[in-house]
C-alpha cells in the first residue's frame, strides 16, 4: 500500500476518536442524570428500578438509533455523491427525504388500513418518486450539480406544501404536521434499532459488491463505458440503495438533515480520496456527528426545559455547509432572455390586465360557496361578509404586487431565470426574524413585525451577497446561496414552533401565508407600503436596463455598480419584508409573475416591473377566491395554496432551462 493510501488515516481516526469520545460523554452524563441521587426521577423511584428502565429502554435505544441511523444517512450520502460525482448530494437535498415524509402524510391520511403494508415501503416509494423526479429534471445538462441541488430542494418544497395540505385538509393541524418532519431520535424499544441494524449491514455488503463499479463512476461516464461498466443500471441500483436507506430512517425517526451531506465531504477534507475510503468512513463520520449532536440536544434539554427536536438542529449546520460547498463549483452563468411580443401587443397589455384584475377583484369578494354550488352570493350574504373578505383580498394582492415587483427586480439583476424571494430564501429569513420578534418581544405590534422582517430580509441578501463573494451577483451561485439559506431559516423555525404557545400558531400562520389574522389596519398598511416602495423601483428602472448588459458596459455608459446594486438589493429587501407578513416565505408569485410578464410581452425594464406587479395582485387575487371555494367550508392559506402551483410552475422552468 503507498503512502498516499495511508496518509489519509491518520487525520481520519484521530476526528472519530474526538467524536467519540464526546458522544460517549454525552451518554454517560445522560445516564448520570436518570441515576443522580438529587435528580426528579431518583426523588420518585428511590429502589432505582425506574431509572433503569428508562436507561434501558430508552435513553441506550436512542443512543444505538442515533448510531445508526447517523450511519444509514452517512452512507446513502456517500453513494448519492459518488454516482451522480455532486458533493452536494444528499438525501435531504435531494428531495428524498421530503418524498418519503409525504408518501406517509398521504397513507396516513387516506389509507390508514394499506393489509399491513410496512410504513417503510411506503416512504421508499415516496422517495423513489422524488429522486426519480429531479434526475428526469436534470439529465439534460448531464446531472450539474447545481441543477440536481436546485431540482431536489424544489422538488422538496413541493413534496412540504402538499404534505401540509393533506394534514390541513384531515384537521391534524399541528401534531401530524411536525410528527416526522422534526426528526426525533426518542424511543420506547429497541426495534427500531434492530431494524436499521439489518438495514445498514446489508447496504454495506451491497456497497463492498458494487465498490468496484463506484470506482469507475468516479471517472466521466465515456471512461466508464469504456471500461466495461454498465453506467445507467449501476448508478439506477446505486440510487435505489441510497433511496432504501433514507427511507428506512425516515420512516424510524424522521427527517434529519445535513448529516448524509457532511460526512463524506468531512472525509473528504480529511484526505478520503477513494471511493473504498469515502464509503468506510462516511457511515462512521456519520454515526458519531448525529449521536454527538442528540447528546448536545439532551443536555440542553436539560438545561433549559426546551424539547428540541434532533433533526431540526442538524438541519441548521446544512445552510453554512451547503454555502462552503457551493462556493467551490464552478457554475455557468444562465440566460435571461424571452422573445418579446409585438409593438402592438404590448399597447394592448396594461389595459387587458388591470381589466382582468378588476375582474378577479369582484369575483373574490362577490362569488361564494353554498351546499353543492358556487355562484353569486345575494346583496345581503356579501355586504355581510365584507369586512372579512376585502381586507384579505387587499393584503394579498398588495403583497402579491409586491413579491413580483421584488422577483423581477432580482432576476434583472442576476440575469437568472430562477430568482425570487421565495427561491433564494429572503422570504424565509424574513418570517425567521418576525417569529424572533415575536418571541422575544411580543408586545412590538404591526410595526415590529414588518420592521422586523423587513431586517431580516436585508439581514438574509447580506449573506448571500458576503458567502459568494466576488460572484454575488451571478445567477446561481446566489441561488444555491438562496437554498442554503432556507434551509437554515426552515430548521430555525421549527425549533422555535416546538415550544409551542400562542407564538407557535402565529409562526404557522405565516409559514402558510393564512390571511385570517388581516384585519383593515394590516390590509391598509400592506397597500401603502406596497405602493410607496413599487414607484420608487420604477424611477429607477433604467439601472436595471443597462445592468441586463452585463459585463462593463453599465459602468463604462456611467452606472455607478456598487451603489445601484445596493439600492435595488434594499428595495428588493423592503419589499420582501412588507409581503412576507400576509403571504408567507413560499408562495412563489415573485417567481411566476416576471416570466408570465415577459411571456406576454413585456420587454423593458419599466413595462416589465408594471407587467409583473399588476399579475402578482392578480394572482394572488385569483389564489384567494381558489382557495376559498376549494375546500368549503374551511379556507387553505393563500400562501401554501399558490405554492402547489408556483412550485411545479418552477420545475417546469428548471426543465425547460
Known amino acids: 500500500m503507498t503512502s498516499d493510501a495511508i496518509s489519509p488515516h491518520r487525520p481520519i481516526m484521530l476526528v472519530c476518536l474526538l467524536l467519540a ?18 435528580g426528579s426521577i431518583a426523588a420518585m423511584d428511590p429502589s432505582g428500578r425506574f431509572s433503569s428502565l428508562i436507561a434501558l429502554h430508552s435513553l441506550a435505544p436512542r443512543y444505538v438509533v442515533g448510531l445508526l441511523a447517523g450511519g444509514a444517512l452517512g452512507l446513502a450520502g456517500a453513494l448519492l455523491q459518488i454516482v451522480l460525482r455532486n458533493t452536494l448530494a444528499d438525501p435531504s437535498s435531494l428531495g428524498v427525504a421530503a418524498g418519503a415524509h409525504l408518501a406517509i402524510v398521504a397513507a396516513t391520511a387516506f389509507a390508514p388500513d394499506l393489509g399491513g403494508v410496512p410504513r417503510e415501503s411506503i416512504a421508499f416509494a415516496g422517495g423513489l418518486v422524488a429522486v426519480l423526479l429531479v434526475l428526469g429534471l436534470s439529465w439534460r445538462r448531464a446531472f450539474e450539480p447545481a441543477t440536481v441541488v436546485v431540482a431536489g430542494m424544489m422538488v422538496g418544497l413541493l413534496c412540504a406544501s402538499l404534505a401540509a395540505t393533506i394534514i390541513l385538509y384531515s384537521g391534524q393541524y399541528l401534531t401530524s404536521l411536525f410528527l416526522w418532519g422534526g426528526g426525533s431520535l426518542a424511543q420506547q424499544t429497541w426495534k427500531p434499532a434492530l431494524d436499521l441494524a439489518v438495514r445498514l449491514v446489508l447496504a454495506l455488503a451491497v456497497s463492498a459488491l458494487f465498490l468496484r463499479a463506484l470506482t469507475l463512476l468516479a471517472l466521466d461516464d465515456r471512461g466508464a463505458r469504456a471500461l466495461g461498466l454498465r453506467v445507467s443500471v449501476t448508478r439506477f441500483i446505486v440510487l435505489m440503495l441510497a433511496v432504501a436507506l433514507s427511507a428506512a430512517v425516515v420512516s424510524q425517526v424522521g427527517v434529519i438533515g445535513f448529516v448524509g451531506l457532511a460526512a463524506p465531504n468531512l472525509a473528504r477534507l ?43 438542529v442538524t438541519a441548521l449546520f446544512a445552510g453554512p455547509v451547503l454555502l462552503w460547498l457551493s462556493g467551490r463549483l464552478r457554475l455557468a452563468r444562465p440566460d435571461l432572455r424571452e422573445e418579446g411580443a409585438t409593438a402592438s401587443a404590448r399597447r394592448r397589455l396594461c389595459p387587458a390586465l388591470l381589466g382582468g384584475l378588476a375582474v378577479i377583484a369582484a369575483l373574490a369578494l362577490l362569488v361564494g ?15 355581510a361578509l365584507l369586512p372579512w373578505r376585502a381586507p384579505r383580498l387587499v393584503a394579498a394582492m398588495a403583497g402579491g404586487a409586491m413579491l413580483a415587483t421584488a422577483g423581477c427586480l432580482l432576476q434583472r439583476m442576476t440575469s437568472n431565470p430562477l430568482a425570487s424571494p421565495e427561491v433564494l430564501g429572503v422570504s424565509s429569513a424574513a418570517i425567521l426574524a418576525m417569529a424572533i420578534c415575536v418571541f422575544a418581544a411580543p408586545t412590538l405590534g404591526l410595526a415590529g413585525q414588518i420592521a422586523g422582517a423587513t431586517l431580516g430580509a436585508i439581514l438574509g441578501f447580506a449573506v448571500l451577497i458576503v458567502a459568494a463573494r466576488r460572484g454575488a451577483f451571478e445567477g446561481n451561485r446566489m441561488l444555491l446561496g438562496g437554498v442554503a439559506l432556507g434551509a437554515f431559516c426552515s430548521a430555525a423555525l421549527t425549533i422555535l414552533m416546538t415550544r409551542g404557545g400562542m407564538e407557535a400558531g402565529m409562526i404557522l ?9 388581516v384585519d383593515p389596519a394590516i390590509a391598509m398598511v400592506t397597500a401603502v407600503l406596497a405602493v410607496t416602495l413599487i414607484i420608487p423601483v420604477l424611477v429607477v428602472s433604467r439601472w436595471l436596463d443597462l445592468l441586463s448588459l452585463g459585463g462593463e458596459m453599465p459602468a463604462a455608459l456611467g452606472l455607478g455598480m456598487r451603489r445601484a446594486r445596493l439600492l435595488l438589493v434594499t428595495l428588493a429587501a423592503l419589499l420582501t419584508g412588507a409581503a412576507s407578513l400576509t403571504l408567507g416565505p413560499v408562495s412563489f408569485v415573485g417567481l411566476m409573475a416576471p416570466h408570465i410578464a415577459r411571456h406576454v410581452g413585456a420587454a423593458d425594464a419599466r413595462s416589465l416591473l408594471v407587467t409583473s406587479a399588476i399579475l402578482g395582485a392578480l394572482l ?36 425547460k432551462r
Open 21 to 38: 469520545l464526546l458522544s460517549l460523554a454525552l451518554f454517560g452524563w445522560s445516564l448520570r442524570e436518570v441515576f443522580s441521587a438529587d
Open 270 to 312: 480529511m484526505g478520503a480520496r477513494t471511493a473504498r475510503l469515502v464509503l468506510l468512513t462516511s457511515p462512521l463520520l456519520g454515526a458519531l456527528i448525529l449521536s454527538a449532536t442528540d447528546g448536545l440536544v439532551q443536555a440542553m434539554d436539560r438545561a433549559s426545559r426546551f424539547d428540541m427536536p434532533t433533526g431540526a
Open 369 to 383: 360557496r353554498g351546499e353543492g354550488h358556487i355562484g353569486f352570493e345575494p346583496f345581503s350574504t356579501v355586504a
Open 509 to 517: 400562520a405565516w409559514l402558510t401565508g393564512a390571511t385570517a389574522h
Open 620 to 655: 394572488m387575487g385569483l389564489a384567494d377566491l381558489a382557495s376559498r371555494l376549494a375546500f368549503y367550508p374551511y379556507q387553505m392559506p393563500i400562501g401554501l395554496f399558490a405554492s402547489l402551483f408556483g412550485t411545479p410552475y418552477l420545475l417546469w422552468m428548471l426543465a
